[in-house]
């Protein structure tokens, strides 16, 4: 029995080890899993958010296609039907179909508002008696595929409209909504269009009638 007593303490030395080690294990496997389970969730969360980044670099690459192709195009401008609507009226005719187009493409607005001849346009500047000009500046709520629509409908549009500015943001609690800030320029003919044989003759050069559409 005295041969064995010198290991005893060795024997509890490794009882304890052991008792140490599976108590150790038993306390890290959970945090260890919670771990493995946490990195796994951030890991998809980084594949969606670069899926989102890469669906918003499409739709920016989009609109700015879009944007270009509208700016150098030569759609025809807005012509009343009758003369001597006044302004407003001229203003409602166009505004009614961009909010047409907001509804249409379910695009929620968070504040609009508007401005009439800015004074830095072309049109304003040679043609304010012949040109009516409004600027419509909005803040929208919508996902990427009915903001790329609503560019596609204004690209559509038989009539010129400018797109002066969009900022288009990911909203910081839910990315698949977009936050975008849209300014668009309206443009009308004050009275009704002439033929174009007469409105050659009646509208020269000067007078702002042949200016090309705004860069």
């Given at each position: 029995?005295?041969?064995?007593?010198?290991?005893?303490?060795?024997?509890?030395f490794?009882?304890?080890?052991?008792?140490?080690?599976?108590?150790?294990?038993?306390?890290t496997?959970?945090?260890?899993?919670?771990m493995?389970?946490?990195?796994?969730?951030?890991?998809a969360?980084?594949?969606?958010v670069?899926?989102?980044r890469?669906?918003?670099?499409?739709?920016?690459?989009k609109?700015k296609?879009?944007?270009?192709s509208?700016?150098s195009?030569?759609k025809?401008i807005?012509?009343?039907?009758?003369?001597?609507?006044g302004d407003?009226?001229?203003?409602?005719?166009?505004?009614?179909?961009?909010?047409e187009?907001?509804h249409a493409?379910s695009?929620?607005?968070?504040?609009?508002?508007?401005?009439?001849?800015p004074?830095t346009?072309a049109?304003?500047?040679?043609?304010?008696?012949?040109?009516?000009?409004?600027?419509?500046?909005?803040?929208?709520?919508s996902?990427?595929v009915?903001?790329?629509?609503?560019?596609?409908?204004i690209?559509q549009?038989?009539?010129?409209?400018?797109?002066n500015?969009?900022?288009?943001k990911?909203?910081?609690?839910?990315?698949k909504?977009?936050?975008?800030?849209?300014?668009?320029?309206?443009?009308a003919?004050?009275?009704?269009?002439?033929p174009k044989?007469?409105?050659?003759?009646a509208?020269?050069?000067?007078?702002?009638a042949?200016?090309?559409?705004?860069q």
């Amino acid at each position: 029995m005295d041969k064995y007593k010198k290991y005893l303490g060795v024997v509890i030395f490794c009882v304890v080890i052991v008792l140490l080690v599976v108590v150790a294990y038993k306390i890290t496997l959970p945090k260890y899993q919670e771990m493995i389970s946490y990195s796994s969730k951030v890991e998809a969360k980084q594949q969606e958010v670069d899926k989102l980044r890469e669906s918003l670099h499409i739709v920016e690459r989009k609109i700015k296609q879009i944007k270009d192709s509208i700016i150098s195009s030569q759609k025809k401008i807005y012509s009343p039907i009758e003369s001597d609507l006044g302004d407003e009226t001229l203003f409602f005719t166009l505004y009614n179909d961009v909010i047409e187009m907001l509804h249409a493409n379910s695009i929620k607005i968070r504040a609009i508002d508007y401005q009439y001849n800015p004074s830095t346009d072309a049109f304003v500047k040679f043609g304010k008696d012949v040109y009516f000009v409004c600027d419509v500046n909005m803040e929208l709520v919508s996902n990427y595929v009915n903001l790329g629509k609503l560019i596609q409908d204004i690209y559509q549009y038989p009539y010129y409209i400018r797109i002066n500015e969009i900022d288009v943001k990911p909203y910081s609690k839910d990315k698949k909504i977009l936050l975008s800030k849209l300014s668009l320029r309206l443009y009308a003919h004050t009275t009704p269009e002439e033929p174009k044989e007469a409105q050659s003759q009646a509208l020269p050069d000067i007078d702002g009638a042949t200016t090309p559409l705004p860069q």
